[in-house]
C-alpha cells in the first residue's frame, strides 16, 4: 500500500490583537483545524501546532503576520 503525503498547509499567523495563532487547511481548501487560543510567543503557537499534527515538512505559509 503506498503511502500518501499530507498535503494539508498550515498557516501560522498574528491575528489582530497582535497573537499567534495556527491554521490548518485541506487540499480541499476547507479549514480543518485551527488554535482556540491566541499566544504571545510564536514558538507557544509552534509547538501547539506540532502537537496538532504540524510537521516541519508540511507545506506551510509560515510567521505571515
Known sequence: M???KNRDTWEIYQ???KEWRWRRTASNG???GAS???YI???DC???AERN???A?????RYSS
Open 53 to 55: 499534527g504540524y510537521l
Open 41 to 43: 510567543n510564536r514558538i
Open 15 to 17: 491575528d489582530k490583537r
Open 57 to 61: 515538512d508540511s507545506p506551510s505559509k
Open 2 to 4: 503506498e503511502s500518501k
Open 36 to 38: 482556540t487560543e491566541g
Open 30 to 32: 476547507r479549514i480543518v
Open 46 to 48: 509552534i509547538l501547539n
